[in-house]
């Protein structure tokens, strides 16, 4: 009788599991629904690379699992998965070595982008600008490129940024402001040394 007892007792724990390893699973296939696109937009703005912000984006939801109980006692889930996003990514981006365009490459680049008139041309061209600006915000220092990669994902608001980087949001700002002046400076100054062809 005892035996039996014990055997219903097991069965109850055993059901009680799996109730509860369904329901985590659910919560973390309810949390990749719904912010798979945030942490992948996170991870590429760091790490500028399509195959890169994927491992990032699953390295990012395999930590969400790791610490899902952390996650119960988390006032904003959305910044607390979006933080860990950005540490990954930051992880992964110290690990690789960082290419940046030479002057000469980068004066090259300006003048034959200035030459470029056809539409098909206009595309290249397009492309060729927005890998010579993420040239030039690599150049940029750390806390001023960080809050600029940030703030250019839809998603996170400056006071967003903030609490991801641990600063004011007067602070995150002030860092835009300087970052896109000197972005633009720098633009400028290309612009002026090497001018264009025509």
Request: charged share 30%; net charge positive.
């Amino acid at each position: 009788m005892f035996e039996g007892r014990r055997t219903v007792a097991e069965q109850a724990f055993v059901s009680e599991a799996v109730m509860m390893a369904r329901t985590n699973e659910d919560a973390l296939e309810s949390a990749v629904r719904e912010h798979a696109q945030l942490v992948y937009r996170i991870a590429y703005s760091a790490l500028r690379n399509h195959h890169d912000a994927e491992d990032a984006t699953q390295e990012t939801f395999v930590r969400v699992l790791r610490y899902r109980k952390k996650l119960q006692g988390v006032r904003d889930p959305k910044a607390w998965l979006a933080l860990i996003a950005w540490r990954v990514a930051v992880e992964r981006s110290k690990k690789r070595p960082e290419v940046s365009l030479s002057e000469a490459e980068t004066a090259s680049a300006v003048v034959e982008l200035r030459s470029q008139l056809v539409s098909a041309e206009e595309n290249a061209l397009g492309k060729e600008m927005a890998e010579l600006l993420a040239s030039l915000i690599t150049t940029l220092p750390d806390s001023l490129r960080d809050a600029l990669r940030l703030s250019t994902i839809k998603e996170l608001s400056p006071s967003e940024v903030s609490e991801l980087l641990g600063t004011s949001e007067a602070s995150v700002r002030s860092r835009l402001f300087r970052a896109r002046r000197i972005l633009k400076e720098k633009l400028s100054a290309l612009e002026g040394s090497y001018g264009t062809r025509r």
